[in-house]
């Protein structure tokens, strides 16, 4: 059986931690910062954004269950990078700093 190497690889511009402003969709135009990297839907769990409601049950004596709102992964092509001093989504350039790749704002420059 032939596995596929590549899985839990992928490459993204955008990394945990990084903070990123809604594209599209209700919350278009927030910012915060993502939580989690979710690479098998190619998107991410950005902190307090993309909220859903979920019911959740009653497990135990003290567990209130009922609806809770938990925040929904938003594909990587819904968010872009905030630079922190155009303070606005950018595009992300490269550039090298000795033989690492750092991701830059092409507008500023600024590492990212
Ligand atoms: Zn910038």
Known sequence: MVKNVNVGKKKYKIHKGDTVQ?????????????????TKKDSVI??????????VKRRSQQDQGGIIEVEAPLHVSKVGIVCKKCSRPVRI????????KIRVCRKCGEAL
Not at 27 to 35: A, L, R, T
């Open 22 to 38: 809604v594209l599209s969709g209700k919350d278009k135009g927030k910012q915060g910062e993502i939580v989690r990297m979710v």
């Open 93 to 100: 350039g490269y550039k090298f700093d000795g033989d690492k």
């Open 46 to 55: 950005v902190s307090g954004l993309n909220l859903v409601k979920k019911a």
